[in-house]
Every structure is written in C-alpha cells, then in structure tokens.
C-alpha cells in the first residue's frame, strides 16, 4: 500500500471507482446524480499517483454498488476507469468500464435548435460513437467536452 | 416499403427510394388513373413554419388521390402559442387524419413527432435536419434526366446549413454517383452529415472553387447562400457571387450538364440559365406533386 492510497480510506461496503483520469471525479459524481444532498457517504481522491495513468482521480461510493447504466455512463467520461465492488472490505467484483450503445437522459444536446432543447416531454438520447457521442434526435455529434454535457437538475 | 414514418432519407435503402420513384413514374404517366386512388385518405398538415410551396405541394398531391388535407393553420394562432408540446399537438391531430405531414424550425422535431403518432408521419422540413421528400423528387429529377448511377453530381452553395444537401448527400450514397462539395469554407458539410457518409463509405470531394471541378459534372444542385450566414453585405456579395450560375459558367461546364435548385432561388442561378435545356429546376419543382402523391400512397397502403 503506498501513501497515495492512503489518501482515500478503504470503505467496507460499496464502489471503487478507480483509474479516473485525472480532474473528471467531479463530473463522475455528476454523471451518478451525486451531490451529497442523498446522504451518500463519498470519499474523492484527487491527482493521486498511478503507475497507469500517471496521476489518476479515486472515488468512492459507500454503501452503494453502482448498476450497470451507471457504470456504461461513467465510461464516456473515464473510459480507463475500473469499478471495484466492495463488501466487508473485500473486492467482490471487479470490472472495466464498457462503452454502452446509448445513455439515455444523462447528457444535455449543445444544439440550441435541437427539439430537445425545446420544452418538450422526452428525456435526451444519445448514441455513443467511437470517439464521442450523437443527438439521437438532431445528430449533433460532440466529441470534446462530453461531461459539460451533464444535465444539471 | 415497410417504414411507418419518413423522418429522414438515411433511412430509406436504394429499394424504397426506387419504389416511391417507379410509383411516381407510373403516376406520371397516367395521373388521371390515381384520382379516386385513396378517396377517404385524410392528411393532416402541421406547419410550425411557413412553407406555403411544401404545404401546397402535399395538399395538392393528397387531393390528387381523391383524399383531403386539414390544415392546422398558422402557428401563432394555434395551440403552439399557448405553450401546448409538439408531442401534445401531434399526439391529437394524429388522432383526426391517416397521415401526417410536419415542417418545424428545431432540429429533431420529425424524429420525436413521430414517437407520439400512430399514423404515418412524414417530415417536410426540420430545421437545418432533414427534408426527405425533397430529396425523393431531386432524385426523381436526376434520375429522368442523368440516371442515378455512374454520375458526378456537384452540389453547391451553403452545405452546412441547407437540410435539403444534407439529404441528398445521405441519400446519394445508395447509388454509384460521386459527389463533389463547393462551397465557401465557412460553409462546408456539418459533422455529423460528413459521419455519414464516410460511414456509407462515400468520398467527400471538397472544392471551394467551382471551376476546379465543373468540367467533369453531369449535374449541378445549387442552393441559396443566404446572407445572414455572413457579418457584412461586401462578404456576402463577394462570396455569393464566386457560386452564382450564368451562361459563361454553362459555357465552361458539359454541354449537357443539368442544373437543379430546390427553390426558392434568389439570384444565385442567373434568369438567362432558365431558357436554356440545362435547366431542370421548374420540371423538378413540378415533379413534387407525382412523387408525393407516390409516397403518400406507398404510406397510405402500408398503414391500411
Ligand atoms: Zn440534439
């Protein structure tokens, strides 16, 4: 165990979600919908050493095992991440992040002409792509500033 | 055809495409064969933007068939104004006629329109999106007067905005017919028209000079360069005209090269262009009703 992980204290039951790219564990707390206001407890490690990445963003979810859809959308934002499954301080599971087919009511479309940009009675849809992600409705595609995208509340 | 809605023309495969213009060619040659063809066919026009040449052109194609067309009016003293969705509006003009037609300035609009419809919905327009019919009847005319195939085709003026390009362009790449892109370079194909067609495996044969390339085209598709697209009145001026058709770029081009515009024109092709056998703008205009009418028809017989 180095230093750098003791930075960021082991947590008995919850997610690991590790190798962020550095400065995105803010917006993976956003992507997840976690501000705080839910009562999570959250642990955040920032610009911690990593052999892979060089320095590399830790954050950990207490008590909670991220699903599926989450995990499919903190991969367009930290596509190197891992997500650790811990219970009784042991990893139960231990995952790479796949890039889903589409994340649905996650991201905002930059295109201020777009339907859903309008007050329209739909959640925004995207397609992921190789190397970003599309409007599914006006086909905009964005590939730099994916997580300026995150719909806010 | 087995498409519910007609939102885009990247959905339509070389099939479809043919299919609605073999219907087209049919009714052409014979339109009083097709006037008591769909007698209770009702079609609904919902217009949030005014396109008196698209609203006029299904109407007539729909009464052509012997049906009808309800007309929603003009948006601002519809529903619209008083904050009512698109989802909403359509959901319930959807629940008086058998298809729908729908023009709307945002990007999408046909796409999540047709999400909230049980009859057919086909997209007259959406934004700088798409415009598929008209695509059907440009294709229409290109294919009466130079074939689909084996062509170069070279598309001109404002590429990033002009939803028409953007479905011809798509649309194009179910044929063997090599496209060419002149524009200004403020002007250029947007990227997710550019995704497209590298994803169909089509070139994308930029020029922004149309000398460079004018010799070899078989077909020219003009369209307006508009001038709120530029800061000055002096750019404009400069730019539109480098893109302006007149007899001495048909002296330069093919004898026989064809030129099209989807209309309405402003001054981009000269009126000395329109007593020439070049020109196919009017006859494609024209050949609205026949492949309307055609596609209507297909809709209308795949929903009975
Ligand atoms: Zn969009």
Same mark, same amino acid.
């Given at each position: 165990m180095t230093d750098d992980d003791l930075l960021v204290a082991s947590i008995e039951d919850g997610t690991v979600i590790d190798h962020v790219r550095a400065g995105q564990a803010l917006n993976v707390l956003a992507v997840l919908g976690i501000d705080g206001s839910g009562g999570d407890r959250v642990s955040v490690g920032m610009n911690v050493a990593s052999e892979r990445l060089g320095r590399k963003d830790v954050v950990k979810v207490e008590d909670r095992e991220l699903s599926r859809t989450e995990v499919d959308v903190v991969s367009l934002i930290a596509p190197e991440a891992t997500i650790n499954i811990i219970r009784d301080f042991e990893v139960a599971r231990k995952e790479r992040v796949d890039r889903p087919d589409e994340v649905v009511g996650v991201?905002?479309?930059?295109?201020?002409?777009?339907? *859903?940009?309008? =007050?329209?009675?739909? =959640?925004?849809?995207? =397609?992921?792509?190789? =190397?970003?992600?599309?409007?599914?409705?006006?086909? *905009?595609?964005?590939?730099?500033?994916?997580?300026?995208l995150i719909a806010g509340d | 055809m087995r498409h519910d809605h007609i939102v885009t023309a990247k959905q339509l495969s070389r099939a479809d495409i043919e299919a609605v213009l073999d219907r087209a060619a049919e009714i052409d040659a014979d339109p009083a064969g097709w006037t008591d063809h769909r007698p209770d066919a009702l079609l609904g026009l919902c217009f949030f933007e005014p396109s008196t040449r698209t609203r006029m052109s299904f109407e007539t194609a729909i009464k052509r068939l012997g049906g009808d067309a309800v007309d929603m009016g003009a948006t601002d003293e519809s529903a619209v104004a008083k904050g009512e969705s698109l989802a909403d509006t359509v959901r319930v003009i959807g629940g008086y006629v058998d298809a729908l037609v729908l023009r709307h300035p945002r990007e999408g609009a046909a796409k999540l329109a047709a999400e909230h419809v049980d009859v057919p919905l086909v997209n #007259? #327009?959406? #934004?700088? #999106?798409?415009?598929? +019919?008209? +695509?059907?009847l440009d294709l229409y005319t290109l294919r009466e007067s130079t074939g689909l195939d084996g062509i170069d085709v070279g598309i001109v003026g404002d590429l990033k905005y002009g939803r028409t390009v953007h479905s011809l362009a798509r649309a194009l790449t179910n044929f063997d017919a090599r496209q060419h892109f002149v524009s200004p370079e403020s002007l250029q194909l947007p990227a997710s028209v550019r995704y497209d067609l590298h994803e169909r495996g089509a070139a994308v044969r930029e020029h922004t000079d149309l000398s460079s390339v004018l010799g070899e085209l078989d077909a020219l598709y003009v369209t307006r360069i508009q001038r709120e697209r530029f800061p000055d009145e002096t750019e404009y001026r400069e730019v539109a005209g480098q893109y302006r058709i007149d007899e001495s770029t048909l002296a330069a081009a093919r004898d026989d090269v064809v030129v099209m515009h989807p209309l309405p024109r402003v001054d981009e092709i000269a009126p000395e262009v329109d007593e020439t056998d070049n020109a196919r703008y009017f006859q494609q205009a024209h050949n609205g009703v026949p492949v309307r009418m055609a596609l209507l028809d297909l809709l209308l017989e795949g929903s009975a």
């Open positions: 991201l905002a479309c930059p295109n201020p002409r777009c339907i *859903t940009a309008a =007050d329209e009675p739909v =959640d925004s849809r995207f =397609d992921v792509l190789d =190397d970003g992600v599309r409007c599914a409705y006006c086909e *905009t595609i964005v590939r730099e500033g994916i997580a300026d | #007259g #327009g959406d #934004g700088a #999106g798409h415009h598929p +019919t008209q +695509t059907l």
